[in-house]
């Protein structure tokens, strides 16, 4: 719903409000990191950017995986770049790598 609002009605409000309601209700983890992921790096979507948004679905993945999911660690360190925080994001890409070294080692 989110897409459709933002990149082909081009209603930004609506997607916005859509979007908070999704990242708040939602408790998939899949969901909300192809969400953020694809917010922040899907040209389709580039109109409808919005890297509060992508950051807070990628923040909520992050805390619903404990901080231990390489993948969505990887969209949360990107959040945190694209959204102004390129220390954080260093020390979220540095955690991504080690989880994913301990996943292939195991």
Do not use: H
Not at 20 to 30: I, T
Not at 36 to 41: I, R
């Amino acid at each position: 719903k989110y897409v459709i609002l933002a990149t082909k009605k081009k209603d930004t409000q609506a997607a916005g409000k859509y979007g908070r309601e999704f990242v708040d209700k939602c408790d998939d983890v899949e969901a909300l990191n192809a969400f953020s992921w694809q917010m922040l790096t899907e040209e389709s979507w580039a109109d409808a950017k919005d890297v509060k948004l992508a950051l807070a679905g990628a923040k909520k993945a992050a805390e619903l995986t404990k901080n231990e999911d390489p993948a969505i660690l990887d969209t949360l360190a990107r959040a945190q770049v694209d959204s102004g925080d390129l220390k954080a994001g260093i020390e979220t890409q540095k955690k991504a790598v080690e989880f994913a070294k301990k996943t292939k080692n195991k």
